[in-house]
């Protein structure tokens, strides 16, 4: 419910610029299938209904970091965005918040395993998004959004990304240091984070490639990428 309310305050916050990018323009608020102050009224209701729960039904730990998310991802990534390529840092830090939600929503109290599962998260969104950013870089440009490569140029964010992966490959890898992790886990890692990071070096090894041809490259290997991770890591530990 949280993170519904995110994602319908951030569609009211930014429903005339989606109308302005084919990837969004057919979303309920800028098509006009639903009208904004409903649209306000059912995020405002999801955020008082499980703000409270994750605070009073959980612990007040899992309720502060819920906070935390829903203030960052609307009131400071969403505005952001339209001004400095930086909003990219910004916007994964409620991004990555949810794992380490669930980590304290069993615990209680923030430890290492819950900002281990925190670092995945907020380093894996970095190529991912530079990734969907150059492939729908004419989109963003026309509304207004200042993405990293259109502001540096998507040489300089391709060299962002290859950098972002090669610091998730180790990050991934210390599971296994924090009990985490087995043996069958930390050789998927391995695999899946030199598959990723080899996805982002095409820009390295192929310069003529297009940008747009590795920027959708890198997302679509990148929405592989976190599922099968974490399934990996479900079922050693399973195991």
Not at 131 to 158: H, M
Not at 167 to 172: A, C, D, E, G, V
Request: a positive charge; hydrophobic letters at 50%; one cysteine or more.
């Amino acid at each position: 419910m949280l993170v519904g309310s995110a994602n319908a305050f951030n569609s009211w916050v930014e429903r005339d610029t989606d109308g302005l990018m084919a990837r969004t323009s057919r979303r309920p608020l800028p098509a006009r299938r639903l009208e904004p102050q409903l649209a306000f009224g059912f995020a405002a209701a999801l955020a008082v209904i499980s703000l409270p729960v994750l605070t009073l039904g959980i612990n007040p730990v899992t309720g502060l970091l819920g906070t935390l998310a829903l203030w960052s991802y609307v009131w400071v990534y969403t505005p952001l965005k339209y001004r400095s390529p930086s909003a990219l840092v910004v916007g994964a830090v409620p991004g990555a918040l949810p794992p380490l939600m669930g980590w304290t929503a069993v615990t209680g109290s923030v430890d290492l395993g819950g900002l281990w599962l925190f670092a995945i998260l907020f380093l894996w969104q970095m190529p991912h998004v530079i990734g969907l950013s150059i492939y729908r870089c004419q989109e963003y440009a026309s509304a207004g959004v200042r993405v990293l490569p259109l502001v540096r140029g998507p040489r300089v964010a391709q060299r962002h990304a290859i950098a972002w992966a090669a610091l998730l490959l180790p990050t991934s890898l210390a599971a296994g240091r924090l009990g985490l992790g087995g043996p069958v886990y930390t050789g998927s890692a391995a695999l899946l984070g030199m598959a990723y990071l080899g996805s982002t070096l095409y820009a390295w090894f192929r310069p003529a490639e297009r940008p747009e041809t590795w920027g959708r490259r890198v997302f679509l290997i990148s929405l592989l990428y976190l599922p099968l991770l974490l399934s990996v890591l479900l079922l050693d530990q399973v195991g």
